[in-house]
């Protein structure tokens, strides 16, 4: 019974590992199904972190601080449009430039307003998302194998998590149900077919970074709010690198993506329990082995378990009307 | 009178201190199939690019259906009943033909409910039009002739009544264009209106009510097709009178340079592409290689230039073997004299990103002629470029242009200026004229013939027929991966046909 509950543990963190994870997967979808690619999932993750953290100390409001947390990530999103929408700028570049602007900007920010070393203050319970219990919750934690499922993994969580999964089959029917998710992926993969179908490629192309905007707003806010109570300097270490490889690994699909930020999540989750732990056979393994290990993982999947993955076609390519 | 579908009146466009379009004036007539030919850079597609809003004009009026039109966009373009079929289709590849159909034109913000309407319109105009396509299909499964048929579909899903193709040939075959013919007049019959775009002359005089002939941007003249002929639509294109036949000499055929013993390629897929192919090649004479496309010829000229791997047989430079197993150095082959022209100009001919100069080395760019020690020598490569600019009359006449800035048939002159100024003893040449406008081709056959008559050993694949008979000093037919017949440049059109359709195999065989 021991390891079931160790299982039913290490699933609960792997899904709130998940979740910043998930979000920034599907935001870089929605941008590079357009033909934008999004290196600079990370800065505006770290924007959103940090705006919204330091929106809901100030404001003492959770609410208000994702709101701020999104508006921010969309500006910053918006820029990364100027540059490479407006002014066919180099995506790549742009987006790296994005992530130093915000690794710097957040840290200077917080020193300049709060004093504390680049730190938001802590949030108080009322300015974080608390946890969310779900009716029924105490009567069943008694009952075998469903009783910890229901009330470990499936109840207690904030409502950002169950948000980033709601935003599953939402990008999933946006995509391929609706007209602006025909379009979407045309303008990735064609523009200029969407230019003589009489429809503005550029347009197009701002409101899908608008979508990648709001997504990472509220993966930075997770990371702020709930994950942690506040804002650290560069927080999210790398998770928009990672999102950015689950959504190669998951060949630019919104279900495929859930799966690869779930497999990259329980890597996270087994490296963190596991520390200090002897396996059998091997031993005492270092901690920074076991800290590198989704790192390997992901260089090895992408490497060679993926199969080909064809990217959009006018991924990365500015649109320029042909003369 | 009847009426005007679509009038332009005194439109000019420049782009830079380019004038693409100068004054232009041009009536078309209602329920007419209207041509339209210059050579390439004439200001065709530009001038229908304004009609369709993809431009802006810089002064001039447009009248559709006798109302003043303002066109500043695809949408007003379609809305106002002008569908355009691009030269390179404007579709989404891994998209279904419904979903292409509908994109730009759904019905609602919720596909399910424009899906279900496309499908019920594009049944009607698979009835009315002969259309026939699976609107399930994903179109780069499809075949490039009826993904061209998705392109009509398209306008015609958009309520067009006047239908603009630009060079809608140029990637079919020729059965594939007969039926997109067929499909014309029938639109015609059902009262659209139709404006082709083409430099192909023959195309004009079989299918067209009207031709317009535009040269550098304006338009010289209107004739009814009836009462014209394809060397007067020539010479209007090109200003000058044009050779259609290139006038040349008898071949005094030398030794062996090239001899092709049962060579056999697969595809892929392992399916016989060449089949026990073998044929010499002589010093002083052009060889043509004649066949509908896709019957081996890309994939023959391929072996023999070492790209292609060969499953079994020889091939003799020289008497000299080349490498088959498709691994062969190009730039040893160059060494050796052995010159290649590849059919795909844009994928294998050349670096379109790249500057004109530098694509006029590119692969001998290994010459002393081009280093200074380890580095390219700049000044040597760029007059070098200029040298062939001059002789080959390669315009816009700036090395310093990026090639993709270049007309097709300026494209394929750089690609022949290089091969052919190194003075290979064989040449090979795939579709040397394929998207050349009419006075180009002349040129080049010039140059072929020129090589010809300073001994060289040139081998060329073309599936125009007539610049098969025009240039060549002996024919051969392949079918099916087989040469199935050697004529003489006298042979007919009719018996050239036959061998390429493979008929007179099939009587053999019984």
Redesign the interface.
Same mark, same amino acid.
């Given at each position: 019974m021991d390891i079931f509950i160790a299982i039913v543990q290490i699933l609960d963190s792997t899904i709130r590992l998940s979740v910043p994870l998930l979000l920034a997967c599907l935001a870089g979808l929605y941008s590079e199904r357009a033909g934008v690619f999004d290196i600079g999932l990370e800065g505006k993750m770290l924007v959103g972190a940090f705006a919204g953290a330091a929106a809901a100390s100030v404001f003492h409001s959770a609410f208000l601080g994702l709101g701020m947390a999104i508006l921010i990530s969309v500006a910053f999103a918006l820029i990364h449009g100027f540059a490479s929408i407006t002014h066919r700028g180099n995506q790549i570049v742009s987006g790296v430039a994005i992530n130093f602007i915000a690794a710097g900007s957040t840290i200077m920010l917080g020193q300049h307003w709060f004093q504390q070393g680049g730190r938001t203050p802590a949030l108080a319970p009322g300015e974080r998302f608390e946890a969310i219990t779900w009716p029924g919750v105490d009567a069943v934690r008694g009952v075998p194998i469903i009783g910890p499922i229901y009330s470990e993994l499936i109840s207690g969580h904030s409502i950002l998590v169950y948000i980033a999964f709601l935003m599953v089959p939402f990008t999933w029917w946006v995509l391929f149900r609706t007209r602006f998710g025909l379009r979407l992926r045309a303008v990735g993969e064609n523009p200029a077919a969407v230019d003589t179908a009489g429809i503005s490629v550029a347009w197009l192309r701002y409101r899908a970074l608008i979508c990648t905007g709001i997504l990472t707003g509220v993966a930075g806010a997770y990371l702020s709010m709930v994950q942690n109570g506040g804002f650290v300097k560069d927080m999210t270490a790398g998770k928009g690198y990672i999102a950015l490889a689950a959504l190669i690994f998951a060949k630019w699909k919104p279900v495929n993506a859930m799966f690869a930020c779930l497999l990259f999540g329980f890597l996270d989750a087994l490296s963190i329990r596991l520390q200090g732990t002897p396996l059998p056979l091997i031993g005492k393994v270092p901690v920074q082995f076991m800290q590198a290990l989704p790192y390997v993982l992901t260089v090895i999947l992408l490497a060679g378990f993926i199969g080909k993955a064809i990217p959009p076609r006018a991924g990365g390519v500015p649109y320029v009307k042909e003369r | 009178m009847a009426q005007a579908a679509i009038e332009l009146i005194g439109i000019n466009k420049s782009?830079g201190a380019v004038r693409a379009n100068r004054d232009i004036n041009l009536e078309i007539v209602r329920g007419t199939i209207h041509g339209i030919v210059g050579e390439n850079g004439a200001g065709k597609s530009t001038l229908m690019s304004i009609l369709?809003g993809?431009y802006q004009a810089d002064s001039g009026e447009i009248r559709v259906g006798g109302q003043p039109a303002s066109i500043k966009?695809?949408?007003d373009a379609?809305a106002l009943g002008i569908g355009?079929v691009?030269q390179?289709f404007? $579709?989404?590849?891994?998209?279904s033909v419904l979903?292409?159909v509908?994109?730009?034109?759904?019905s609602?913000? $919720? $596909?399910?409910k424009?899906i279900a309407k496309a499908r019920s319109e594009l049944e009607r105009l698979e009835r009315e039009y002969g259309l026939e396509v699976d609107p399930d299909a994903i179109i780069e499964e499809l075949p490039v002739g009826l993904q061209q048929r998705v392109e009509i579909l398209?306008a015609l899903y958009r309520g067009a009544e006047i239908l603009i193709l630009d060079e809608p040939t140029g990637v079919l075959t020729p059965a594939e264009a007969d039926h997109l013919f067929r499909i014309l007049k029938q639109l015609k019959e059902q009262g659209k209106t139709v404006v082709l775009i083409t430099h192909k002359l023959r195309e004009i005089m079989a299918i067209t009510d009207t031709v317009s002939v535009m040269r550098q941007g304006t338009m010289v003249a209107t004739r009814e097709t009836k009462k014209t002929t394809v060397e007067e639509l020539a010479e209007l294109m090109v200003g000058r009178r044009v050779l259609l036949r290139v006038e040349k000499g008898e071949a005094e055929a030398g030794g062996v340079k090239l001899a092709v013993k049962n060579l056999t390629v697969k595809d892929t897929r392992g399916v016989t592409m060449v089949d026990d192919v073998s044929f010499d090649l002589r010093a002083g004479e052009i060889v043509g290689i004649a066949g509908v496309a896709g019957n081996g010829q890309s994939e023959l000229l391929e072996a023999i230039s070492g790209i292609r791997h060969a499953v079994s047989g020889s091939v003799m430079l020289d008497g000299k073997p080349i490498d088959l197993t498709g691994k062969a150095d190009p730039g040893e082959l160059r060494d050796r004299g052995l010159a290649h022209v590849p059919e795909d100009r844009h994928h294998v001919g050349l670096v379109l990103a790249f500057e004109e100069n530098e694509n006029s080395i590119l692969g001998y760019h290994d010459d002393p002629r081009y280093l200074k020690g380890p580095l390219l020598d700049i000044d040597a490569i760029r007059n070098d470029a200029k040298d062939k600019i001059t002789k080959y009359d390669i315009r816009p006449a700036d090395c310093r242009l990026k090639t993709a800035n270049f007309s097709g048939g300026n494209q394929q002159k750089i690609v022949l200026a290089r091969e052919m100024e190194q003075d290979p003893g064989v040449l090979i040449v795939g579709q040397p004229t394929r998207g050349v406008d009419v006075g180009a081709i002349e040129f080049i056959h010039k140059r072929l013939i020129a090589m010809r008559d300073q001994g060289k050993a040139v081998l060329v694949v073309s599936v125009e027929l007539d610049e098969i008979r025009s240039l060549s000093d002996r024919i051969l037919v392949m079918f099916a991966g087989r040469i199935v017949g050697e004529r003489g440049p006298e042979a007919s059109e009719g018996e050239l046909g036959l061998l390429m359709a493979g008929v007179e195999q099939r009587e053999a065989a019984e």
């Open positions: - | 782009f369709y993809f966009t695809p949408n379609i355009m691009h390179h404007m $579709l989404v590849d891994n998209f979903e292409n509908i994109l730009g034109a759904e609602d913000a $919720l $596909l399910k424009s398209k």
